[in-house]
């Protein structure tokens, strides 16, 4: 069975930087596409950074410049390095990764559990 288990939220003060660590652990044939989402109270969940198996990657336009997402695919683990923190970038995080369990499985999507950042002001 996949997990996804993220771990690196916190408070921090506006200005400051985490580091968010996303691991999948259980049956995984193969691990594509990892990527960080976010959900404030009262809004609606939103992709932050995606990155490929091959190293590409995207980001949400508020946090380009300020975050950087990679990945080590030994270790099955996503990153999300977070600068200069914004009050508004207060959220819970949640990892994502597109898993083919077994060679014989569909793609499948999973989802961590989540981990809260929250940055003062």
């Known amino acids: 069975q996949v997990q996804l288990t993220e771990s690196g939220g916190g408070l921090v003060p506006a200005g400051g930087s985490l580091r968010l660590s996303c691991v999948a652990s259980g049956t995984i044939f193969a691990l594509n596409t990892m990527a960080w989402y976010r959900q404030a109270p009262g809004k609606q969940r939103e992709l932050v950074a995606g990155?490929?198996?091959?190293?590409?990657?995207n980001y949400e336009d508020s946090v380009t410049g300020r975050f950087t997402i990679s990945r080590d695919n030994a270790k099955k683990t996503v990153y999300l390095q977070m600068n200069s923190l914004k009050p508004e970038d207060t959220a819970v995080y949640y990892c994502?990764?597109?898993?083919?369990?077994?060679?014989?499985?569909?793609?499948?999507?999973?989802w961590g559990r989540g981990a809260q950042v929250t940055v003062s002001s």
């Open positions: 990155i490929t198996s091959g190293g590409n990657t």
């Open positions: 994502n990764a597109n898993i083919k369990p077994t060679y014989w499985a569909n793609l499948k999507v999973y």
